[in-house]
């Protein structure tokens, strides 16, 4: 029976944390720089009351505060007056290297995830390094099995036949490996 080979390259729904932070259009600013200093975060997403993804509030759309304050002498305003408009969610099926392309299209330090158009979670630049790290030990993790296997098989071929599924198993690129030329 063939072995099922497990897809090792992350999607979005793997590298994702659980929203536990939104804010609503209509909240007030500087009820939400509370939120994100008091918990830490850079970056939340506003949503509506179906939890339809409005844009995300990062510090830096929390900054023009200042400025505004200065120029206009206001002191607030609303999360909608603040917050920037996302132009391309992550989907949750998206895997790691659309969503590398995705992050350095922008400069968001997080990335909405949503299924069927609803907010389902976030992705952050850490839960990505995480995401390298994964997939590099897995490749790594890999490698050494297929080594083993192509070592353990070789040794103990007892026909041409069996040598040649052995060989069948592996790439080329594999094999060469194994017996230590370079591709």
Same mark, same amino acid.
């Given at each position: 029976?063939?072995?099922?080979?497990? #897809?090792?390259?992350?999607?979005?729904?793997?590298?994702?944390?659980?929203? @536990?932070?939104?804010?609503?259009?209509?909240?007030? /600013?500087?009820?939400?720089?509370?939120?994100?200093?008091?918990?830490?975060?850079?970056?939340?997403?506003? $949503? #509506?009351?179906?939890?339809?993804?409005?844009?995300?509030?990062?510090?830096?759309?929390?900054?023009?505060? /200042?400025? #505004?304050?200065? /120029? @206009?002498?206001?002191?607030?305003?609303? $999360?909608? +007056?603040?917050?920037?408009? $996302?132009?391309?969610?992550?989907?949750? #099926?998206? +895997?790691?290297?659309?969503? =590398?392309?995705?992050?350095?299209?922008?400069?968001?330090?997080?990335?909405?995830?949503? +299924?069927?158009?609803?907010? $389902?979670?976030?992705?952050?630049?850490? @839960?990505? /390094?995480?995401?390298?790290?994964?997939?590099?030990?897995?490749?790594?993790?890999?490698?050494?099995?297929?080594?083993? +296997?192509?070592?353990?098989?070789?040794?103990?071929?007892? =026909?041409?036949?069996?040598?040649?599924?052995?060989?069948?198993?592996?790439?080329?690129?594999?094999?060469?490996?194994?017996?230590?030329?370079?591709?």
């Amino acid at each position: 029976m063939a072995e099922k080979k497990v #897809d090792r390259i992350p999607k979005a729904k793997d590298l994702m944390e659980e929203i @536990h932070m939104a804010f609503s259009p209509d909240m007030d /600013l500087l009820q939400a720089i509370e939120e994100l200093a008091r918990h830490g975060m850079s970056a939340a997403p506003v $949503v #509506d009351s179906n939890r339809c993804l409005r844009g995300l509030l990062t510090e830096k759309d929390c900054l023009r505060i /200042l400025y #505004d304050s200065a /120029l @206009h002498r206001s002191r607030g305003g609303r $999360v909608a +007056d603040y917050l920037s408009p $996302v132009t391309e969610a992550l989907e949750i #099926d998206m +895997d790691i290297f659309k969503i =590398s392309e995705v992050f350095l299209g922008n400069n968001f330090p997080m990335l909405p995830v949503v +299924d069927k158009g609803k907010l $389902v979670g976030c992705v952050t630049r850490q @839960h990505m /390094l995480n995401g390298i790290m994964t997939m590099t030990q897995a490749e790594d993790t890999e490698q050494v099995k297929i080594e083993t +296997d192509a070592a353990d098989a070789l040794k103990r071929p007892s =026909s041409i036949g069996e040598m040649q599924k052995v060989y069948a198993r592996y790439s080329k690129k594999q094999l060469l490996t194994r017996v230590g030329r370079k591709t």
